[in-house]
């Protein structure tokens, strides 16, 4: 039997990469729902000023220091989730970088590849196996990975093959972990903001809110019906 769903405004939620672009704006209509919002960032003073301004929206919004790449920084911040919180009901792994739109795949340096993959894939799956004690404890839990319809298995092009690779990686994390906790009352799926205007995606993207927005319905998704092991974009379901 499934745990009962916490009221939003119980929920406590962690997004990564929270203090700009696409996790910022997370940030924001998560707060909307009236859930907490543990804001991660990798520059304590980015992310008060990013949170100060959504608690003036009315959001409850709390910096925490993140750096995903850093097995130190994550147990730090599930310690103190657990200390202060007791409880996590919403994961959004924002974090990403290496959008290597001049690099190609037959000459692309390896180094970039290998950062790539420790901000987008491993970064990622870190937090989560870090986070997911606090999600068990209550039956209860939503994981969202930010990925990119560039890292369908199918997606045409030969530009930016760090990223894409470790997108594609980081989609098929998300399969096996939405296989193994089935029925847990934890859905684990991804989510494909589409080009969003950031400083990542550049100018020229459609309006960030309108990316988010996708994240957010995954974060909030009900256990009834259960949605989980998906790849997403606008609430529809997409290939991997």
């Known amino acids: 039997m499934l745990a009962p769903e916490p009221e939003p405004s119980q929920r406590v939620a962690l997004v990564s990469g929270g203090n700009r672009g696409l996790g910022f704006e997370v940030s924001r209509q998560l707060a909307a729902t009236g859930a907490t919002v543990l804001l991660g960032a990798r520059r304590p003073l980015a992310g008060e000023k990013a949170a100060r301004q959504l608690r003036r929206e009315g959001g409850t919004v709390v910096s925490v220091p993140l750096d995903v790449t850093s097995p130190q920084s994550v147990r730090e911040l599930a310690a103190r989730i657990a200390g202060e919180y007791g409880r996590l009901d919403i994961l959004v792994n924002n974090a990403g970088a290496y959008f290597d739109v001049d690099d190609q795949a037959s000459s692309v340096d390896l180094d ?44 045409e092009g030969a530009s930016c093959p760090a990223y894409r690779v470790s997108k594609a990686a980081l989609n098929s994390h998300t399969r096996m972990l939405a296989a193994e906790l089935a029925g847990s009352g934890i859905l684990v799926n991804a989510v494909c903001p589409g ?46």
């Open 112 to 155: 970039i590849v290998r950062d790539a993959l420790e901000t987008n894939l491993l970064g990622a799956w870190r937090l989560t196996e870090a986070m997911l004690p606090l999600m068990q404890r209550h039956g209860y839990g939503r994981i969202v990975n930010v990925s990119s319809g560039c890292g369908a298995v199918e997606s």
């Open 195 to 240: 080009w969003v205007a950031t400083d990542m995606g550049g100018h020229g993207g459609r309006p960030v809110a309108d990316g988010a927005a996708g994240i957010v319905w995954a974060a909030m998704l009900p256990s009834r019906p259960s949605i989980n092991g998906g790849f997403f974009r606008d609430q529809q379901r997409i290939d991997w």
